[in-house]
């Protein structure tokens, strides 16, 4: 749950780095909430609840993802790999599953 709210709290910054932990626990999240918030817009019969909350998280989780690179000591412009036909998204899971550079790189210091 605190790696969410850090991911709510740093929306929209795209200088600096995000562990590995951080970015899976918010991802997790994520899925978890939408689960949880499709469920109840079925019973309220308001599905445009899901797009209003994938809406409003798409600008911290393009953030996150890219701090996340710039913790495995690569550009955040790597995000873009996902567009490559059928195997970007391949390539930027493994990416984002690497662990964190243990060292001090041009996007920031270590992240804890």
């Known amino acids: 749950m605190e790696e969410y709210k850090k991911m709510w709290k740093n929306f929209g910054k795209f200088e600096g780095?995000?562990?590995?932990?951080d970015y899976w626990m918010a991802v997790l999240f994520n899925v978890i909430a939408s689960f949880v918030l499709s469920f109840v817009a079925?019973?309220?019969?308001?599905p445009i609840l899901v797009g209003i909350y994938s809406l409003a998280v798409i600008i911290p989780?393009?953030?996150l993802a890219w701090r996340r690179f710039h913790d495995t000591n690569r550009s955040g412009a790597w995000f873009f790999i996902a567009l490559v036909p059928f195997v970007g998204w391949i390539i930027e899971l493994v990416i984002l599953c690497q662990p964190s550079v243990n060292e001090n790189n041009k996007y920031g210091e270590i992240v804890e």
């Open 17 to 21: 780095r995000s562990t590995r932990r």
């Open 42 to 46: 079925g019973l309220l019969k308001l």
């Open 61 to 63: 989780s393009l953030s």
